[in-house]
């Protein structure tokens, strides 16, 4: 009968052994190369060592086949370490040359301890089984679907195949293998090796091999997050119930039978629930390289258990219940590598999900949930800051989400080395300062931005800048997000105001104080400059594309828009953003109204000759204006004096004020509209969710928002919008005006589109109307002359 060398190899009989295959190969780390810093001869050197000492650990029992009574291993370690490289290794020289040092050292062994060191035809049985298990091994390894490509990890899918073909068929042929000795021996004897084959390759598989693949692949991650600070009690307790009551187990079958060797097999399996509790906390708390050498160990220790009970598998009952053994040792292993499994994938869902959540999913920045966890840590200034980016939304209707991100990540890059950038939305972020910036950092953020030049689709654009600076005074969520709102309020107030310069929320900043006084200071000089009527009136003119020009030589029509500036007390122009807001939050829309009308009327009286080549006239009104009774009176007063027909005069209002005061704004421009003037809806596109509302007005123009006409020539979102409003200007019977106009390639856009007119630096910019007014009248002297 056969017998096991020490390296857990069977031996037929003292002539006659049989060989136990192994095989091996350098290990693939994550990025699927060999292992780091050895060479392929080194790495067969190492990993076929290591496979030679695992030849060295058997688990010893006596098998009896037959009458013939042998040394035997219960497992064949190496040979589930060969099997674990052979699915980790992609370069097959190496697993070749890990095979051959295998043999080599059987080889050895053979002849030493058993051939008396002459050579027999066990030596050419055992070459011819190496090459079939060398060959037989790639097969398996194959069909399992290794070895990968880099950075693969192994799926709950996995399991299946390996348990098909790992756990049965490989250590099946493996058994017919051995039953090739008969060739060389009797047929007890082959059968004798093939039992031990099967049993012996089936645990050494079931011990090393994917708990070493698992355990090298994962050999990097990190143990699973756990809330709980006494996660530790309750295994320890276990396991010390575990052991006393092994303890005791052996007690009582010492009292009853004699003798009991300490953890026999029957009192460990026994306990084997109990030992599988400890062993699915192991994989569920403990890194996975721990895991994984907990769940070898246990495996190898159950193995050592049940040795005792295979000496009776020449037995029908010892048989089956080896066998059975063996399945309940395949299970614990799917088992417990199945519960690994589901908790990393669990793991890695669950903090993929929480990394989301800390970003923007169209840009990828960190967001206000990501801004609270980081000020939780410390900061160098309790300071944040809003930023706030204009015409974004523009941005997103021209070009598209993906444009938008690109444009949003640039910002963050560009500001990276000064503030911590979270986005918030559309052209809008939360600011940490970083460690040791300078008193003037949000001065420096703001420059940055206002001067930088965003490449977009290959074009450059600027972003107009606004900030909101707050300080707070702790970590607590609600804290933060109170900084959050002011910062925001205080970056919209600048947006409104026009104020490209930090707005701060400190009640004693200088800052603060300066922002106020100015705010006044524009207010009063604004209401000063109305009643000492410093008003200057611009004009821009407004291009007929459905027309022909003049005949040469003739002066040309007059139609465009005024508008208004505002001189202060040393005659320098104020901008609309300078007092516009202040005068509409002071009450005064409809005062600058009514100076703008006194105003024109002044200049059109003074160059009487322009007067019949003026052809239309648009006028703007704010919507206070609309709401007040008094500037209704006022207004038609003016009117009544009028060195202009009623046709000749457009009034001008914004889509939201007319629909934001749609009973007023009707009446007022019905009554207009009733003495001859023409009515302009100005900036339409911003208002469309009231085109209900919008019907009850009288609209002989359709003013279509500039915002949308810049890019109407890039056949995008703009474009749509401005076919609609055609659409829309068509159904209620009026005329189409695009602002902004500024190239050829959008002209020609808006002519195909079938806009009636066109306004834009393209046809001029605006001019003083006077100068236009003197212009005209000469060019109707020398046409006289």
């Known amino acids: 009968m056969g017998r096991p ?44 060592g290591l496979c030679l000492l695992l030849q060295q650990v058997p688990i010893r029992y006596r098998i009896d086949f037959f009458g013939e ?55 050419g049985w055992g070459a011819v089984t190496y090459l079939l298990q060398f060959a037989w091994t790639l097969a398996c390894v194959r069909w399992m679907g290794w070895p990968r490509h880099a950075g693969a ?32 021996s009797s047929p007890a004897d082959a059968l004798s090796a093939a039992f031990q084959m099967f049993f012996a390759k089936q645990f050494g598989v079931v011990v090393v091999t994917l708990p070493l693949v698992i355990g090298w692949l994962e050999r990097s991650e990190r143990a699973p997050r756990s809330g709980a600070g006494t996660h530790w009690l309750w295994p320890v307790a276990l396991g010390v119930g575990l052991a006393v009551s092994l303890w005791a187990g052996v007690q009582v079958r010492h009292a009853f039978n004699g003798f009991t060797t300490l953890l026999s097999g029957p009192v460990l399996m026994d306990y084997r629930f109990a030992v599988l509790v400890v062993l699915a906390w192991c994989m569920l708390r403990l890194p996975p390289r721990w895991a994984m050498l907990s769940l070898a160990l246990t495996l190898l220790l159950l193995v050592g258990m049940v040795a005792g009970t295979a000496e009776y598998a020449n ?191 400190e009640v004693g900043d200088t800052q603060v104080r300066r922002t106020h ?45 005024v508008l208004c500036r505002l001189l202060d007390e040393r005659g320098d122009i104020m901008s609309p953003a300078r007092f516009m807001a202040p005068l509409e939050a002071a009450g005064r829309g409809a005062e600058l109204d ?60 914004t889509e939201t004020a007319a629909i934001s005061n749609t009973a007023a704004a009707s009446h007022l421009l019905t009554d207009l509209r009733a003495l001859g003037c023409h009515i302009a809806i100005d900036d339409f596109g911003t208002g469309m969710q009231s085109f209900a509302r919008l019907r009850e007005l009288p609209v002989d123009v359709i003013k279509i928002d500039g915002s949308f006409v810049r890019n109407v020539a890039q056949l995008g979102k703009d474009y749509a919008v401005v076919q609609a409003s055609v659409a829309v200007a068509k159904a209620f019977g009026a005329t189409t005006v695009a602002e902004f106009v500024e190239d050829e390639d959008t002209e020609f856009c808006l002519r195909r589109l079938g806009v009636h007119r066109v306004q834009g630096y393209l046809y001029g910019a605006p001019r003083p109307l006077a100068e236009v007014l003197a212009d005209v009248a000469a060019e109707a002297q020398a046409a006289r002359d």
């Not at 040792?329 to 990393?344: C, D, G, S, V």
């Not at 800048?465 to 970590?475: E, I, K």
């Not at 609600?478 to 947006?495: N, Q």
């Not at 006022?634 to 005069?649: I, K, Q, V």
């Open 594 to 653: 009514l100076a703008v009308m006194r105003a024109l009327f002044r200049l059109l009286r003074k160059s009487p000759e322009a007067l019949p080549y003026c052809r239309e006239i648009a006028i703007n009104l704010t919507g206070q204006s609309l709401a007040s009774m008094s500037f209704q009176v006022e207004l038609r007063t003016l009117l009544a004096g009028s060195p202009l027909p009623m046709s000749a005069l457009c009034f001008e209002v």
């Open 315 to 505: 037995t029908p009952v010892g048989f089956f219940n080896l066998l059975h053994i063996a399945l309940e040792m395949n299970i614990l292993l799917l088992a417990m590598l199945y519960l690994w499994l589901t908790n990393r994938d669990r793991s890695a869902l669950a903090e993929q999900l929480s990394e989301e959540t800390l970003r923007d999913q169209v840009t990828g920045l960190p967001n206000l949930k990501a801004l609270r966890e980081r000020t939780g840590r410390p900061m160098p200034r309790a300071e944040l800051g809003y930023l706030l980016l204009d015409q974004t939304d523009t941005l997103v209707a021209g070009f598209g989400l993906d444009t938008q991100a690109q444009a949003m990540n640039a910002t963050a890059r560009r500001l990276d080395d000064l503030v911590e950038t979270y986005y918030v939305g559309t052209g809008q972020f939360a600011l940490l300062p970083r460690p040791g910036r300078d008193a003037d950092l949000w001065e420096r953020v703001m420059a940055r931005v206002e001067h930088a030049e965003i490449d977009v689709g290959g074009e450059p654009i600027r972003l107009l800048p606004y900030l909101g600076v707050a300080a707070f005074n702790g970590t607590h969520p609600s804290v933060i997000d109170g900084a959050v709102l002011a910062a925001s309020h205080l970056a919209f107030e600048a947006r409104q105001h026009g104020e490209l310069r930090p707005r701060y929320s």
């Open 517 to 561: 006084r100015r705010q006044l200071h524009d207010a009063t000089e604004a209401l000063a400059s109305l009643r000492s009527e410093r008003v200057a009136l611009y004009f821009q003119p407004i291009r007929d594309l459905t027309a022909d020009m003049g005949a040469s030589g003739e002066p040309r029509m007059l139609s465009g828009e």
């Open 69 to 123: 009574i042998a040394d035997a291993s219960l497992i064949h370690l190496h040979t589930g370490m060969l099997l674990a490289i052979a699915m980790l290794v992609r370069d097959r020289r190496v697993v070749a040359g890990c095979f051959a040092l295998t043999f080599v050292g059987w080889t050895l062994r053979q002849l030493y301890l058993f051939d008396n060191g002459q050579p027999t035809w066990m030596l």
């Open 5 to 48: 060398d020490v390296g857990g190899r069977v031996v037929s009989s003292p002539r006659w052994r049989r060989v136990q295959r192994g095989k091996d190969g350098p290990m693939a780390d994550h990025a699927g190369q060999p292992v780091r810093g050895l060479g392929a001869s080194m790495q067969v050197l190492v990993l076929g």
């Open 153 to 184: 990890r192994m799926q709950r899918s996995d399991l299946v195949r390996f348990a098909a073909i790992g756990l049965l068929l490989f250590p099946l042929v493996m058994a017919l293998l051995g039953l090739s000795i008969v060739l060389l």
